[in-house]
């Protein structure tokens, strides 16, 4: 970490057990950090390597200029996001010019819908960089139920609620196997999409998964609201021998 390489470590689900073993040695031996987090906030990211930090290590929090306070099909979205991403790599490439490594603390995976990926391809060919995978949260989810999530020719796919509802419809009845993030305020509207595709009473609501206020319940059970860190699933059914 001395040559000045920024490392986009994945954290897993949430939970220090679940971190890989590169990851772990990384973070204890971090002379900077960097992670994102809302204004205001300590960052999730941060809390989940509580106890684990030098105690010399310097930090750099990179504040969300927005987060869900205006449409993200709004032109204004990706200026101030871009904006963002700029001044962050900016702050990056000063502390590796300067000879230091950073560990950006990434949750999940930082390849998987992570906002590691927008440093990423604006600090290639600036600086080193490297990428330490994770466990990512949708895993750490079907796990939860204590269910496989695909077998034999099963086909997952991956979808956010924030797709239109046609398109989320669409994505439902085509696949096998389901796996729907970004919920949040699109609950209402991905139910309506499994219930169209009649597959509502197959899905789970897994909440917090690997964390200590985990829950998992059928989607059926569930309220009209679900926490942030919350993931749809329904277990595929293929070819067993």
Request: with cysteine; hydrophobic share 45%; glycine share 10%.
């Amino acid at each position: 970490m001395s040559n000045g390489c920024i490392k986009g470590v994945g954290l897993g689900p949430g939970c220090q057990d679940l971190m890989s073993v590169r990851a772990d040695r990384l973070i204890r031996g971090a002379t900077h950090i960097a992670y994102f987090r809302k204004k205001g906030k300590k960052g999730h990211a941060r809390s989940i390597v509580e106890g684990l930090l030098s105690e010399h290590v310097v930090e750099l929090a990179m504040e969300y200029p927005v987060t869900t306070e205006i449409p993200f099909d709004d032109p204004r979205y990706n200026a101030l996001l871009s904006a963002f991403y700029e001044q962050c790599v900016a702050q990056l490439v000063e502390i590796s010019a300067a000879g230091h490594g950073v560990v950006v603390l990434c949750e999940g995976d930082p390849f998987f819908y992570g906002s590691f990926m927008h440093l990423y391809t604006r600090l290639l060919e600036r600086v080193p960089v490297d990428v330490v995978p994770g466990i990512t949260g949708m895993s750490a989810a079907w796990t939860a139920t204590g269910a496989p999530i695909t077998w034999g020719d099963d086909v997952l796919t991956v979808a956010m609620a924030t797709l239109p509802e046609a398109q989320l419809l669409n994505r439902i009845r085509q696949t096998d196997a389901l796996v729907v993030m970004k919920i949040g305020r699109h609950l209402a509207k991905l139910r309506r999409a499994l219930k169209a595709a009649g597959r509502e009473e197959d899905a789970w609501l897994i909440e917090y998964a690997a964390m200590e206020n985990q829950r998992v319940v059928p989607l059926t059970e569930a309220g009209d609201r679900v926490p942030y860190f919350s993931i749809v699933l329904i277990h595929g059914h293929g070819r067993r021998p």
